[in-house]
Nanobody
Framework: QVQLVESGGGLVQAGGSLRLSCAAS????????MGWFRQAPGKEREFVGR????????TYADSVKGRFTISRDNAKNTVSLQMSSLKPEDTAVYYC??????????????????WGQGTQVTVSS
């Protein structure tokens, strides 16, 4: 049974930092590219960033580029999202997701086979 469990969410002031983690089990983690998405109230779930299987390649949404960093530890089956210079508009539930096929459409939700339950990030102004 595949499980992705996010942690590290919380309340932070604008300009602050937060680090989210996602622990994976029940899959060969190094075979999956990992993505982070977020969903604000009343909005669609949107792509935040992605890291490839080896961890050597990352890509980010323009809205977070330069502020967010994704990393992974294949020995520990974890992927992290380091968020800095947070803004109130970053407030959302953040989800990690796993992609086995290596889809070129990696900004789309449908590219990912497995999802975590999400963790809330709230940025106060």
């Amino acid at each position: 049974q595949v499980q992705l469990v996010e942690s590290g969410g919380g309340l932070v002031q604008a300009g602050g930092s937060l680090r989210l983690s996602c622990a994976a089990s029940g899959l060969t983690f190094s075979n999956y590219a990992m993505g982070w998405f977020r969903q604000a109230p009343g909005k669609e779930r949107e792509f935040v960033g992605r890291i490839n299987r080896s961890g050597a390649g990352t890509t980010y949404a323009d809205s977070v580029k330069g502020r967010f960093t994704i990393s992974r530890d294949n020995a520990k089956n974890t992927v992290s999202l380091q968020m800095s210079s947070l803004k109130p508009e970053d407030t959302a539930v953040y989800y990690c997701a796993a992609d086995y096929s290596g889809s070129v459409d990696y900004t789309l939700k449908d590219a990912y086979e497995y999802w975590g339950q999400g963790t809330q990030v709230t940025v106060s102004s």
